[in-house]
Structure formats: structure tokens, C-alpha cells
């Protein structure tokens, strides 16, 4: 068990600007991971991954040509529904928010972000766990509250941030005493918080509430 613990991750960098590449590879070498690959073209980026299959993609949304990042990943996943991606942007709009996560991404953070954050980001979407950094949860919960425009407004306007962040591991299968330590917050109150969820949605099966978040795109089926 030890020696699984000890295994580092293997990553692979797409980014089309090798500063980025080599800030990004500094930050998370010696954190628990091993860059096993650079990728500065979004062909690259695709071949490379199918060569070495990392356990997770640090990837750039912006890349030079007409082709994204979000291009990339969707290809990705459609050969490699498993891949573990995790994106990285100038921009931190809501709508490219909640576009990464429900294409299948399991982290969306700035690049001005702190170092143990990233790292924190790939080491829990390896363990196939969606990361938010704070920002960001709550730029994606007004984004799924608010809908998108012509629909019908998201089951989740009922339920405030925390509330939808609370959902989101519930529907993960984690217990209150994990959401918890996530959280860092008490049992108690997460027992509470999540039976508030339920009643609020009118969920009170772990399948329902699992089905509703992949619906909603907040994880992968």
C-alpha cells in the first residue's frame, strides 16, 4: 500500500508557451509528480498523450491557431473517456468555467494560482476527485444557478455555493465526515447542510443526487 502511495504522477504539460511549460513542470516536480511529457502544438498535445498516457493533462485552453484547448480535450476523451484533465487559463469567465467541467475536466484554474494548489489540483484528479479552487466553485454555482439563457433555470438555484459545492461531493459517493475534511467543517454541520440539499431537491437516493450532477455536467457518468 505504501509503495502505491510513493508512485508519482505522471503528468503531461500542454502549453504553447515554454515558459509556462517549465514554470508549471518546476511547481509540481517534487510535489508527488513526474512530467513525463511537453506539448506546445495541439497536435502534439494529442499524439503525446496516446504515446504516454499520463495520469493527468495539465492543459492550456489558449493556443495559437484556431483550435482550443477545450478542442483537444473533447478529442481526448472521446478516444480516452478515463483521461484526467486539468485546465489552465489567463481567462476565468463563467461560461469557459462551466464549459471545462461539463466537457469532462476535473479542475479549471488561473494560472496566476498558488503552486500547492495546482498541485493539490493534479493529485486529486488523479484520484478521478473534481477540484475547485474557491474562486472558482463560486463563479460555477452562479454560472449553474443562473442557467443558460432560454432554459429553464438549474435545480441548483435552489442551493446556495457552499450547498452546491456540498452536492457535488455528495454526488461523488464521499461521506459527510470526508466532505468534511475537504471542507473543513464539522460532521455535523455537513449532516445537516446535506439533508437540507435533499429536501431541497427532493433527492434523498445517493443515485438520484449522482444522476441529477451528471446531468448537470458537474461529473463524469
Given at each position: 500500500m505504501n509503495n502505491e502511495q510513493q508512485e508519482p504522477v505522471t503528468v503531461l504539460i500542454g502549453d504553447d508557451h515554454s515558459i509556462v511549460i517549465?514554470?508549471?513542470?518546476?511547481?509540481?516536480?517534487?510535489?508527488?509528480?513526474?512530467?513525463?511529457?511537453?506539448?506546445?502544438?495541439?497536435?502534439?498535445?494529442?499524439?503525446?498523450?496516446?504515446?504516454?498516457?499520463?495520469?493527468?493533462?495539465?492543459?492550456?485552453?489558449?493556443?495559437?491557431?484556431?483550435?482550443?484547448?477545450?478542442?483537444?480535450?473533447?478529442?481526448?476523451?472521446e478516444k480516452h473517456p478515463d483521461a484526467k484533465?486539468?485546465?489552465?487559463?489567463?481567462?476565468?469567465?463563467?461560461?469557459?468555467i462551466r464549459e471545462t467541467y461539463k466537457l469532462g475536466g476535473h479542475a479549471f484554474l488561473t494560472k496566476?494560482?498558488?503552486?500547492s494548489e495546482l498541485a493539490t489540483a493534479v493529485l486529486r484528479a488523479h484520484k478521478g476527485e473534481?477540484?475547485?479552487?474557491?474562486?472558482?466553485?463560486?463563479?460555477?454555482?452562479?454560472?449553474?444557478?443562473?442557467?443558460?439563457?432560454?432554459?429553464?433555470?438549474?435545480?441548483?438555484?435552489?442551493?446556495?455555493?457552499?450547498?452546491?459545492?456540498?452536492?457535488t461531493l455528495m454526488a461523488q459517493g464521499f461521506t459527510n465526515e470526508e466532505i468534511g475534511e475537504r471542507l473543513s467543517l464539522s460532521k455535523r454541520t455537513i449532516s445537516i447542510s446535506s439533508q437540507h440539499i435533499k429536501d431541497k431537491l427532493n433527492l434523498h437516493r445517493p443515485a438520484e443526487i449522482t444522476r441529477l450532477a451528471v446531468r448537470l455536467g458537474l461529473i463524469e457518468p
Amino acid at each position: 500500500m505504501n509503495n502505491e502511495q510513493q508512485e508519482p504522477v505522471t503528468v503531461l504539460i500542454g502549453d504553447d508557451h515554454s515558459i509556462v511549460i517549465e514554470a508549471v513542470a518546476m511547481q509540481l516536480t517534487g510535489q508527488g509528480c513526474k512530467i513525463i511529457g511537453k506539448a506546445k502544438t495541439v497536435e502534439d498535445v494529442i499524439a503525446k498523450y496516446s504515446e504516454l498516457m499520463p495520469d493527468v493533462l495539465v492543459l492550456d485552453i489558449k493556443f495559437s491557431g484556431k483550435r482550443t484547448g477545450l478542442d483537444v480535450a473533447n478529442e481526448i476523451l472521446e478516444k480516452h473517456p478515463d483521461a484526467k484533465i486539468v485546465f489552465l487559463s489567463q481567462n476565468d469567465q463563467d461560461a469557459l468555467i462551466r464549459e471545462t467541467y461539463k466537457l469532462g475536466g476535473h479542475a479549471f484554474l488561473t494560472k496566476d494560482c498558488d503552486p500547492s494548489e495546482l498541485a493539490t489540483a493534479v493529485l486529486r484528479a488523479h484520484k478521478g476527485e473534481l477540484y475547485f479552487m474557491p474562486g472558482t466553485a463560486e463563479q460555477l454555482a452562479s454560472a449553474l444557478l443562473r442557467g443558460d439563457p432560454g432554459t429553464p433555470a438549474s435545480p441548483l438555484a435552489q442551493l446556495d455555493t457552499r450547498e452546491v459545492e456540498i452536492f457535488t461531493l455528495m454526488a461523488q459517493g464521499f461521506t459527510n465526515e470526508e466532505i468534511g475534511e475537504r471542507l473543513s467543517l464539522s460532521k455535523r454541520t455537513i449532516s445537516i447542510s446535506s439533508q437540507h440539499i435533499k429536501d431541497k431537491l427532493n433527492l434523498h437516493r445517493p443515485a438520484e443526487i449522482t444522476r441529477l450532477a451528471v446531468r448537470l455536467g458537474l461529473i463524469e457518468p
